[in-house]
Structure formats: C-alpha cells, structure tokens
C-alpha cells in the first residue's frame, strides 16, 4: 500500500485509529517517523518536561492514568510544533499520540520497533521504579468495585513478598 508502513496501516487492528485521526501523513515514511520519535525521546527526557510530569502526575490517586495521558499528550504537541510539522493538525484531539503512530505504522518494521522497544518512559525518570526487595511506599488504589483500598490491604502474609501482575486492556 502506497504511503503507508509495513504496520497496521489498515482496519481498525490493535492499534486501530478513528477513520478522522489526524497528521498520519507524518509518519509515512520511517525516516519521518524515527525524526519524529528521537524528537519526542530527547523532549521527554528534557527537565522541563520531568519537571511537568512531577508537578501533575501521582501515582497514588484515583485518575492518575488520565493525568498522566494529559501530560503525554503534551509532550506529543511540543514535539510536533518544535519540528514545525503542527499544520498538519488542526484539532489535537484527532491526533492519536506519537507512540501510537509508531505502532500503528511501522509495527513491524525491526528497526522502528527496537528503537521504540529502547524508550525508557518517563516513569523511570520519576523515581517511581524499585528494585527487587525496595519498600514500597502505601498508595491508594480503586477496586473493580470503584472503592478505595490501600495497597498494603492487599499484602496479607507480610512475612512473604508480594508479587503484583498488573496489566491493562487499553
């Protein structure tokens, strides 16, 4: 197919995107979409938006994830205006993110996939990874029954660690 990545390109798949998503062009080629990508790693390790992140995101609360998408999606739009590609979208709600774009497109491209598959996401650069062993800090959680419990409810045999799985549909 003309124009497009050897990924998901077509249809609505794993990483489908509404038929009115915009600024797909951009990612046409994959010399675009790795100038676009490296783009968007160098500005999400920038302080600035470090510091975003901190300000806005808690893990600890309810709504943490739509906080955090707002803050993403931020990132993304710094990264299409600074390389002067944002008359492409005219409304940034329609713009389905730069990560998406990366799958949606070249999904199965080895070199796109092994640079996006390098990112270290943000959350590392917030000090919220630990390591085997490190306490965990109690933090609120919302239940399939949307009421609060902490994490250390959870943790019933103390003197055995907790092992977490956590995954998400979306």
């Given at each position: 197919m003309s124009g497009h990545g050897p990924?998901?390109?077509?249809?609505?798949?794993?990483?489908?995107?509404?038929p009115d998503a915009q600024g797909l062009e951009l990612f046409d080629s994959r010399e675009d979409a790795l100038k676009i990508f490296r783009k968007y790693k160098e500005i999400s390790n920038r302080q600035d938006s470090a510091d975003k992140f901190k300000k806005t995101f808690d893990p600890s609360k309810p709504g943490a994830m739509v906080t955090f998408e707002?803050?993403?999606?931020?990132?993304?739009?710094?990264?299409?205006?600074?390389?002067?590609?944002?008359s492409s979208i005219t409304d940034w709600k329609k713009?389905?993110?730069?990560?998406?774009?990366?799958?949606?497109?070249?999904?199965?491209?080895?070199?796109?996939?092994?640079e996006v598959m390098q990112f270290v996401v943000f959350i590392k650069r917030m000090g919220f990874?630990?390591?085997?062993?490190?306490?965990?800090?109690?933090?609120?959680?919302?239940?399939?029954?949307?009421?609060?419990?902490?994490?250390?409810?959870?943790?019933?045999?103390?003197?055995?660690?907790?092992?977490?799985?956590?995954?998400?549909?979306?």
């Open positions: 990924g998901l390109a077509t249809g609505m798949g794993m990483f489908g995107l509404p707002v803050t993403l999606r931020s990132v993304d739009r710094t990264t299409i205006e600074e390389l002067g590609l944002a713009f389905p993110g730069i990560l998406k774009m990366m799958f949606h497109k070249w999904s199965v491209d080895p070199t796109v996939l092994t990874t630990l390591k085997v062993g490190d306490p965990m800090e109690d933090v609120g959680l919302v239940s399939m029954a949307n009421e609060e419990v902490s994490f250390s409810s959870l943790h019933v045999h103390k003197e055995r660690p907790l092992l977490v799985i956590a995954s998400s549909l979306s």
